[in-house]
C-alpha cells in the first residue's frame, strides 16, 4: 500500500457560470491540499451557456486570492483525465440528498473504473446549498438579480452574456 | 489563508464492534493521508456492547496492516478532541441517505462549533454498505453467523462476547 | 415588522391539464386565504401540450364551485409576479421527498430575490399523491383511461387533444 | 366551504430549549397572521431537560418584540388541543427530507382525525437548517459554545442548567 | 438453478397491534401466493404493547376472509425462521423512502446471512401509507379516534388495552 | 378473491443494453417463478442507443442460461401490455431512494389503472447498485472500459455500437 500522503486534488465540474457555492468548495479544498485543480468538464454533446474559456477566465477572476489552485479543462471520462493528471483525489460538494445520490453513484463507478481514484466529499455551507449555475442562469435570463449567488467580479461577465445585443 | 496540506486526520466512531465496512474506510483513508487516528468516542451516558479497551483491542488487530494507523479514545464534543489534536480533518463513511442527512448535519454544527475542522466524507463501497455495528451485534446475540461482516481476527472476540457464560 | 395578516395568495404551475392533485390543493388554499390566484406560468422556451389559453379554460371549469379563486398566466421570475402582484404568500404542494427537494431549493432561491416572498407547503393528500400533469399526458397518448386523475369536467377536453385528427 | 381567512395559526413543539431555527419559524409565522400561538407540548412520558415552565419563560423571552404572538402548552394529541382552541392552521418548519418525512406523515394522520385543520409548511432558513434543541442540549452538556445556536438572552438560562451545581 | 416456482412466503412484523395498512399487504400477498404465513416477531428486549397472543387473535379476526393465511410468531433471527419453516420469500410493505432505507439494508443483510431469501417489496397503498401501529397506540393512549386506521373488528381490542382499569 | 398464486411475472424495461443488475434481477425472478418474461419497451418517441431487436439478442445471449426466461417487447402502457398478456404480476429493481420514488409512483399509477396488476421490488445486490445502461453507453462512449458493467458475452456487441466506423 502507498503511504505518501495525497497532496493535491481535482476538482471537476461545469462551472456554467461559476457560482459561490463553488468558490466555497475551491476554499476549503486549497486548505486542505498543496494544490487544487479546477477542471472544466466540456461535454461535446451539451454545449454550456459559456464557452469554455469564457468559464475559466471567470473561474480565475473568481479565484485570483488562491495561489495554489490551478485550472484546466477536459473531455471524456474523470477517470482517464486523473490518470492522465497522475492524481488520486476527486474533490466534489454536497447540497443535498439528492446530489449525494447521483455523486455517490459516480464516486462508485469511478471506483470501478479506477480503483486508485477516491471521491472525497465536502458538505455545501448551509449559505451555499441553494446555488446552483442552471438557476443562476435562469435568474439571468429573466432579468433577475443573480448578484448574491456569484462572485462579485464575474457579475458583469454574466450579465453581458445575457443582455440583449443592440 | 493557510497553504500547509494537511496530512492528518480523524476518523471518529463508536467501533461497537469494527466491522468490515469500518476497515475499508480506514485503509482507504491511509492511502490519503500521513497519518490516521481511529477515535473511539465513549459516550459516558451510553454504555457500548464492549468496553473502550476491547473495542480499541479489536481496532489494532483489524488494522495491524495499516503502519499509518494509529488509535485514541475521546469523551465529550469531536471538536474539542480535534482541537486537543491539532488536527483539522475528520473523515467519515457514507453507506445511504439517511447516513448522510444525519452526518452533513453534524458536520454543519461542528463547522459551525469550530470552523477550523472539515468533515470529509468517502462514500461506502457497496459491498460494506449495509454492515453496520448494530447489525453484528443482533446477529450475533441470536446465535446468527456474523463473520461475514466483521474482520476475520476478531470473529472470536465478538463470538466470546455473546456465548453464554458456562 | 408589518402585522397586518396575509389575505391572498398564489398557486403557481404549469397545469398542462389542470390534474386532480391541483384541485385537492386549491381547495384547501381557497379555505385558508380570501382570495388565491392560480397563475399559469408559461415558458417560452419549453411550450406545454396544452396552449395557455385551454389550460386556463380547464382550470376555470374545474374550480368553478370556488368563488374566491380567480386565474392569470405569467412569463419570467414568479418573484417579479408576486411582486407586480403585491402578493407575499406563495403555496406549493409536497407529494414526495423529490418534491420537496426541488421546492425547498426553489423557495429558498426565491426567499434570497424577494426575502419578504414566502412559500407555504401543503403536503398533498395520499389519494392524489401519485397524480401529475406529465402521467396524465403520458396515459392519454397511449390511450389509457386517464380519467381517475383528472375532474370530470375536462375529461373531454384532454380526450379531444390527443384524439387522433380524422 | 368556509371562505373566511384563517387569521391565526399554532406552532405546535418542544422547544426544549428554543433555538434560533424555533424564532425564524415563529417571525415568518407572525408577519403571515393576525395572531400565532406558541404551543409547547408536554409529553408526561418523556420528561423534557427543561421544565415546560422554564421553556415558556424562555420562548417569551425570545420572541419579546413580537406583538402578535402567544404562548401555550398542551398535552394529549394535538387535534384536540387545536379544536379546543378552535384554530384550523398548524405551522411547522422543515429542515431537512427526514424532517420532510416525518412531519408529512404526522400532518396527514392528523387530516385523517381531524379534516379542517391544515399543516403549513415553512421552509427553514439554510442558516438555521442544522439547528435543533437536541444539539443545544449535546453542545451545552460537554461545554460547548452553543450561543451561535440560541437566542442571546436565554444563554445564561441555558448555561445555568447544564453547569455543575456547586 | 431451482426452477419450481415458489408458492408460500412470510409477512413478518410486529403487528402491534394490526393495521388497516398491514391487512392491505396482506391481502395482496394472498392473491400473489398459495400460502401466506403472517409471523410476528417477539422480541424478548422490547416488550410490546399487546402480548403476542393477543395480536395474533387480532390478525386472526382481521384476516378472517382469508382462506390461505395462516398466522405463527417467533424469536431470533427472521432468516432462522425462514430456514425452519423451509419458505424463501419475505413479503414487506413499503410506505415511504424511510422505509425502503430500512427495509432494503434489513433485505440485503438477510441475503448475505441466507442467500437463498428474497425480500419482495410491496409499495403501500397511498390510503394506507400513514399508517402505523405506533400511530394507533400514540392516538388511542390520548383517547382519539383510531378507529379510521384498524379493523373494524379490533377496534373494541384496542380501545380495552388502553382504557382505564376501574 | 382469487386463490391461484401466480406463476408468471413481467420484468420490463428499456434495456438499452442489459447490464450486470438486469442479469442479476432476471437470475432472482426465475428462481421466484415458474416463468419471467423481459419485455422491452420501445418508446417511438425516444429512439434507444441500440434497436429494439439488438437489446433483445443481447438479452437472449445474456440469459441463455436461464431456461424459464422469454423475450418480448412492448409499445404503449404497461398495463395494457400485462392486460393483453393475461399476467399480473411486473417485476423491478430498485437501486436507490431515487430509483424508489420514481418506481413506487409508478406502480401506483398502474394500480389506479389495473387494480389487479401487482409491481414487487427486489432490491438490486450491493454490487449492482451503481450500474446502469445510461452509464454504461456514457463509458463506452468515451472508450472507457464498461466490461465489469455488462454480461462477458455481450461486451464485443456494445463495443462495435461505439466503435468509429472504418
Do not use: W
Not at 477542471?39 to 469564457?54: D, M, Q, S, Y
Not at 471520462?77 to 460538494?93: A, E, F, N, P
Amino acid at each position: 500500500m502507498r503511504r505518501v500522503a495525497e497532496k493535491r486534488c481535482v476538482y471537476p465540474g461545469s462551472f456554467d457560470p461559476v457560482t459561490n457555492g463553488h468558490v466555497d468548495i475551491i476554499e476549503r479544498a486549497a486548505a486542505l491540499f498543496d494544490e487544487v485543480t479546477v477542471a472544466i468538464l466540456h461535454n461535446p454533446a451539451k454545449t454550456g451557456r459559456f464557452p469554455v474559456e469564457k468559464r475559466m477566465e471567470m473561474l480565475k477572476k473568481a479565484c485570483a486570492h488562491l495561489p495554489n489552485v490551478r485550472f484546466d479543462h477536459f473531455g471524456g471520462l474523470l477517470v482517464d483525465y486523473m490518470r492522465r493528471s497522475d492524481c488520486r483525489v476527486v474533490v466534489r460538494g454536497l447540497r443535498s440528498t439528492a446530489d449525494f445520490e447521483s455523486e455517490s453513484t459516480m464516486a462508485q463507478l469511478n471506483r470501478a473504473l479506477a480503483p486508485e481514484v477516491e471521491t472525497l466529499f465536502l458538505p455545501a455551507s448551509p449559505l451555499h446549498s441553494v446555488v446552483s449555475s442552471s438557476a443562476v442562469r435562469e435568474i439571468a435570463l429573466f432579468g433577475g438579480d443573480f448578484s448574491p449567488f456569484v462572485p462579485a467580479c464575474i457579475v458583469q461577465d454574466v450579465q453581458n452574456a445575457f443582455d440583449p445585443k443592440p
